[in-house]
């Protein structure tokens, strides 16, 4: 009797997705980027696969009360430029948090994820908020376990 050996690999529409809240307020920028981009590429999933989106949907909490040091917030610089002569922007990471906390947590999080389609789909289940309040009350979000474990 021979057995055959066949590596498991999910289908698109056996990928059960749930929704974790996190709550931003004094954790450390890179250590919460890490933490919720593990889990919106499905890392912490048994059946993960790297050539699918296994992920599930992370909402962020409290943005504006990240934790960052003093010399982070003033070195640490984002720049963008338009295309156009003259068009070199440079802001650092204290004007940005002062000015769109949401933006911070998102390019942290983009940063660690892959940089193509996948990546891109991965990052649309991220949802980022200033404060505390969220519209995806129907979702039923639990509280994504600070250790590696979620299902």
């Not at 997705?17 to 920028?29: E, F, K, Q």
Request: proline share 5%; hydrophobic share 35%.
């Amino acid at each position: 009797m021979t057995m055959t050996m066949k590596t498991y690999s999910p289908k698109a529409s056996e990928i059960e997705r749930h929704w974790y809240v996190v709550d931003a307020d004094g954790v450390t920028l890179g250590r919460l980027a890490s933490r919720v981009a593990r889990v919106l590429s499905g890392k912490h999933r048994p059946m993960y696969t790297t050539h699918l989106d296994t992920g599930d949907h992370v909402i962020v909490l409290n943005a504006a009360k990240v934790a960052v040091s003093r010399d982070k917030r003033e070195t640490k610089m984002y720049a963008r430029h338009s295309g156009y002569p003259g068009g070199f922007r440079e802001e650092t990471l204290g004007d940005l948090l002062a000015r769109r906390p949401e933006e911070v947590i998102r390019r942290a999080v983009k940063g660690m994820l892959p940089r193509t389609t996948l990546g891109v789909q991965q990052l649309r289940k991220l949802k980022v908020y200033a404060g505390a309040d969220h519209p995806h009350e129907a979702q039923l979000p639990q509280e994504l376990p600070t250790s590696g474990a979620t299902r």
